[in-house]
């Protein structure tokens, strides 16, 4: 029980930030806003990408063209949320 929760909850944070990771490939393109794949992808990223950007912009870290906080997210995901979470789930499961 435990692995399935631990690898479906990996899984999720992998894909997560694969979807970050394609936001910012579209942010050097140009693409139409209203298709339903664009908008998925910018629904799925958009609560993980906003306290960051808001965190960003605390810290002063706001360049103007340069966003940092897929950057921040996606080094935040993978170093402190992944691990902490599997953590949880091998130690109180």
Same mark, same amino acid.
């Given at each position: 029980?435990?692995?399935?929760?631990?690898?479906?909850?990996?899984?999720?944070?992998?894909?997560?930030? %694969?979807?970050? $990771?394609?936001?910012? +490939?579209?942010?050097?393109?140009?693409?139409?806003?209203? =298709?339903? *794949? /664009?908008? @998925?992808?910018?629904?799925?990223?958009?609560?993980?990408?906003?306290? %960051?950007?808001? $965190?960003?912009?605390? +810290?002063?870290?706001?360049?103007?063209?340069?966003?940092? =906080?897929? *950057? /921040?997210? @996606?080094?935040?995901?993978?170093?402190?949320?992944?691990?902490?979470?599997?953590?949880?789930?091998?130690?109180? +499961?």
């Amino acid at each position: 029980m435990k692995f399935v929760l631990a690898a479906t909850l990996s899984y999720f944070i992998d894909f997560l930030n %694969f979807m970050i $990771l394609i936001r910012v +490939l579209l942010s050097w393109f140009s693409f139409n806003p209203d =298709s339903k *794949i /664009i908008v @998925l992808i910018f629904q799925l990223t958009d609560p993980i990408l906003e306290p %960051f950007r808001k $965190l960003t912009a605390k +810290l002063g870290l706001n360049t103007g063209m340069i966003d940092f =906080s897929p *950057i /921040i997210s @996606l080094l935040f995901l993978y170093y402190i949320a992944k691990p902490l979470l599997l953590t949880l789930i091998y130690t109180f +499961l």
